[in-house]
């Protein structure tokens, strides 16, 4: 088939018209993808460019479900400590309960008595007051009776004996007080040792000296005489070389044989052990309960989060090994009834004040631990917001390498319409030139 031949113009307006709708499929095609370079042909460096940011980007999203499952994770462990925490106050309001419930069992005892009723006849005073007011020294080693002009005294020979002495001890705490025996009365004695903390003293109607622990724990009690203090207390602290001038037996003052107390258990103690021993393993099982997603930071799990797409030396995690939180390794014995080794006696008051230490020591570490994992937390939540944000910015980097701009594109393509037209009419004229040959042969 033979070819058309066109005339110079004619082909010409042509051409120019196919260009111009070349560029409208173009730019039609930008419309419809949104994207100014759909293939590496339209502009390598830009496509190939922004194909590696959007995997990247891509790849920090897919990141972010992890970064979330190990926030998650410490914020559970971290309710398990709150949760914990009250559960170790509970323990504290149950101990003090038992606190405030005296024990029945204070080792108390009353010495021989200081006066006798043919003192009080004499005086007109009770038993308790002559008792009271009888000095500790006189001018020998003889005690004398009080009489209607003097109030008698105990018997230390105040010119061999200047200073005077007592001394306690209930478990680890001791307490030794010296004073001058020449102007000393029972009632002085009485005075120190409700000093001490460790006992109290009173002089009964019977004219008796009665020593009473304000613990559970057997005290020791001694009475010295001495021409210092230094001596004295050595005499109290030994072999309480006057206890029987004040109605007590040298025996008080010697561990195991000291004040003891009587074998008499408080009701309300031994209903609170139960309580604690319940709130006690409930540590262990709140603990055991504080898992997310198969991991519990609180029974040693390790959680490891991953923060960028890297691997090997270039990877970036936060890797957070847990603790086997429970009430044995927060020092939380358990409580009895009775005096046994790694075990509370409830009925103890050296052994409760033991106890409330502990729960104190427990408390501390309880808050250790969620500072760690407050901190650990903290990075971990930082990292999603970075991660986040830097997904964002990637993918917007490599929109701005290919993605088209509408307005500007909309405006090219009404261009080329107009040209197109123009174009059109171009053509029209060129071809109505080539017509006019027609009108020699008319």
Not at 302 to 312: A, C, M, V, Y
Request: aromatic share 4%.
């Amino acid at each position: 088939m033979a070819s058309t031949i066109l005339s110079s113009g004619v082909r010409n307006n042509l051409l120019t018209l196919q260009q111009t709708t070349a560029q409208q499929n173009v730019i039609q095609n930008r419309l419809a993808t949104g994207k100014k370079v759909n293939s590496a042909i339209d502009n390598p460096v830009n496509y190939f460019t922004a194909l590696s940011l959007n995997d990247r980007s891509s790849q920090l999203t897919g990141l972010l479900d992890g970064i979330s499952n190990g926030i998650q994770t410490i914020q559970t462990a971290s309710k398990g400590i709150d949760g914990i925490t009250k559960l170790v106050g509970s323990l504290q309001s149950t101990v003090k309960q038992a606190q405030a419930d005296a024990a029945q069992n204070r080792p108390t005892k009353a010495g021989t008595a200081l006066a006798t009723a043919t003192e009080a006849a004499v005086t007109s005073k009770s038993l308790k007051d002559i008792a009271l007011d009888k000095k500790i020294g006189g001018a020998d080693a003889t005690a004398d009776a009080a009489t209607a002009t003097s109030p008698g005294d105990v018997g230390i020979d105040t010119t061999t004996n200047v200073k005077g002495a007592i001394f306690l001890k209930s478990g680890s705490t001791t307490y030794t007080a010296s004073f001058d025996v020449a102007n000393a009365t029972m009632r002085d004695v009485v005075n120190e040792i409700n000093k001490s903390g460790v006992a109290t003293a009173f002089i009964d109607e019977k004219g008796q000296l009665n020593v009473k622990g304000t613990g559970s724990e057997e005290v020791q009690f001694g009475f010295g005489v001495g021409t210092d203090d230094t001596t004295s207390q050595a005499a109290a602290a030994g072999a309480g070389n006057a206890n029987a001038k004040i109605g007590f037996a040298t025996a008080d003052n010697v561990a195991g044989t000291g004040i003891k107390g009587q074998s008499i258990t408080s009701a309300v103690r031994s209903n609170l052990i139960q309580q604690y021993n319940d709130l006690r393993t409930q540590i262990d099982q709140l603990a055991k309960d504080s898992s997310f997603n198969g991991i519990n930071l609180l029974q040693g799990d390790r959680l490891s989060i991953q923060f960028n797409e890297k691997t090997g030396k270039n990877q970036t995690k936060l890797d957070i090994q847990g603790s086997t939180l429970s009430a044995d390794n927060l020092g939380i014995s358990q409580a009895i009834n009775t005096q046994l080794n790694g075990f509370i006696n409830f009925q103890n008051d050296a052994d409760l004040d033991k106890a409330t230490a502990a729960l104190t020591g427990a408390l501390t570490s309880l808050k250790s631990l969620a500072s760690t994992l407050g901190s650990n937390l903290s990075v971990a939540q930082t990292r999603q917001d970075f991660t986040k944000e830097l997904a964002n910015v990637l993918t917007t980097g490599a929109g701005n390498l290919v993605l088209a701009d509408p307005n500007e594109e909309g405006a090219s393509l009404l261009a080329l319409n107009t040209r197109q037209q123009l174009s059109q009419t171009a053509l029209s004229l060129a071809n109505q030139a080539d017509q006019g040959v027609l009108r020699l042969f008319g």
